[in-house]
């Protein structure tokens, strides 16, 4: 069903009307709708049967959420904090997050985030057996690749020789869902996998499920992703939160049109500083989420 231009949308559960951009299905591309849907004990099976299908090589039985603190190598290092964290029932520990902003480097700061948790496991005078670590990143962008890669929707790194198959270990793994590569409409949807990402890039205009999408995991899914589940103070921060985040890819997509245009890395700069100045007076992300996005230093966003 197309999403109308003004919706009636439940507060609590109560219906009311909004501000004409909402749907009365949550967005899974904005961080807290993402994190309300699959981020909860409440819908841990709706959690469970995702990294099923991104992880089709774990017997994923259970898994336990794990508070989402931040991880720092020191005092000065950057902090992290993921949309979902959680800890499968063989002590693998899996980090889950959507990102809708194309970053610099994107996949060195996945590196960077993703060896917290493997060194924050090691104490002083301990050996150095560690659970394994998976860092999951859906995005909504293509991501960079080599000449040797097969075009794929979901990408998994290891850690290898460089010219065989020998594995230096497991302990840490990246997956990467690159949604935008997902072209497929939802009648052609065959697997569960790909009806999986066709939701979570479309859910906020899937009030009614298409006819193919039979499984009861996705009638599950549909009635956790309904905003009828938000309270009040649930659905303001959630229209808060996609305001936000709209607004920032349409600052970023300006920024990087502007930049072509200018020919110039100190118009890129400039444009990054404003953007995290307008980020910074809005208050809905943190400082570490800012320098994330913006590429700046917290040093430098914090004289803005």
Known sequence: ????????????????????????????????????????????????????????????????????QADVFGSDA?????????????????????QQTKQHHFKERVLYYGSMPISNQVKVGADYRMEQVIVVSFVTFDMPHGEKWDEKVRT?????????????????????????????????????????????????????MPKNFDEDYFKALNRAARTANFTGDELEE??????????????LAYAQEKGYENGKAEGLAEASMAIASSLKQQGALSMEQIAQTTGLSLEVIETL
């Open 78 to 98: 950057k902090k992290s904090v993921y949309d979902i964290r959680c800890t499968l029932s063989d002590g693998s520990r899996v980090i889950v997050e959507i």
């Open 1 to 68: 069903m197309e999403q109308k231009e003004t919706s009636v949308l439940a507060q609590g559960r109560e219906g009311t009307k909004t501000d004409g951009f909402m749907s009365p299905m949550i967005d899974l591309k904005i961080d807290y709708g993402f994190k309300k849907v699959f981020g909860t004990d409440e819908n841990k099976r709706l959690t469970i049967g995702m990294l099923r299908a991104i992880l089709p090589d774990k017997d994923i039985v259970d898994l336990t959420f794990i508070q989402n």
């Open 156 to 208: 998994h790194y290891r850690l290898r020789e460089v010219h065989g198959d020998d594995e230096m270990t497991d302990r840490l793994e990246f997956v990467f869902v690159e949604l935008g590569r997902m072209n497929k409409s939802a009648e052609e949807c065959e697997t569960f996998e790909e009806k999986l990402y066709h939701c979570i890039l479309h859910m906020e205009k899937m009030e009614v």
């Open 238 to 251: 959630y229209r808060k939160a996609m305001r936000t985040e709209r607004d920032l890819i349409n600052q």
